[in-house]
């Protein structure tokens, strides 16, 4: 049991550029979420899902897009990377909306 | 204004008790929740208390609500250096789809 796994860990972009981040997670979760963590801002929404084939805007999207892929699968893509978007992006998973989240170890993303 | 407040950093001497405070605006919030994020990872759910309680105790974690106040603390008794972290305090409410709204979180620093 993995919990909430995140690919890759570390990315430096040339601005830009795209890439898409991977999220997946096997505790048969209803709901993911993605954040983004900057010093001293605390963790703002992105995107979530609620439920497989949903997904809806949260705090920050612009310059984001998701993809609910089906029920483990939660991708965030950044199609013309922006260096505002250098970051830590954290995936979360909760057995449906205002259930303890668990959350991915991160992917630490650079855009020079 | 920030819908969560936490003071950013707190500094305390091995063995003592810390107590990390957390403001929050919605009185309509269900779940108040304490997360806890160590170097490098993700966070993990420390605790959490409903908003009909006034305190709950786990092991060495209090956490107090004032409702009146909207002033949600968090009180660690016996601090060692383990301890060391990021406290987020978040909570989560119906108009916000119950998705918690996380505050900038407490640098909270054990020496010995």
């Known amino acids: 049991n993995a919990g909430v796994t995140q690919t890759p860990k570390f990315q430096v972009l040339k601005t830009g550029q795209s890439m898409t981040l991977q999220c997946a997670q096997d505790m048969n979760h209803n709901s993911m979420y993605w954040y983004r963590q900057d010093p001293g801002m605390g963790l703002r929404l992105i995107y979530y899902s609620a439920s497989e084939g949903t997904t809806d805007k949260g705090e920050v999207p612009n310059g984001y897009n998701v993809s609910r892929l089906n029920k483990r699968e939660f991708s965030l893509r950044l199609e013309s990377a922006a260096p505002s978007q250098t970051s830590v992006y954290f995936c979360?998973?909760?057995?449906?909306?205002?259930?303890?989240?668990?959350f991915g170890p991160g992917t630490r993303l650079t855009v020079l | 204004g920030e819908d969560v407040e936490q003071s950013l950093f707190l500094s305390v001497r091995e063995g003592d008790s810390s107590v990390i405070n957390c403001t929050y605006t919605d009185s309509s919030s269900t779940y108040l929740y304490w997360y806890k994020q160590e170097p490098g990872a993700g966070l993990q759910l420390l605790t959490y208390i409903f908003s009909n309680m006034d305190m709950k105790q786990d092991q060495r974690l209090t956490v107090l609500l004032n409702k009146k106040d909207k002033h949600l603390s968090l009180r660690i008794a016996d601090t060692q250096t383990g301890d060391s972290a990021i406290y987020f305090c978040a909570e989560s409410t119906s108009g916000g789809s119950y998705i918690p709204t996380f505050g900038r979180g407490t640098s909270l620093i054990v020496h010995p």
């Open positions: 979360a998973s909760s057995p449906d909306r205002g259930y303890e989240q668990f």
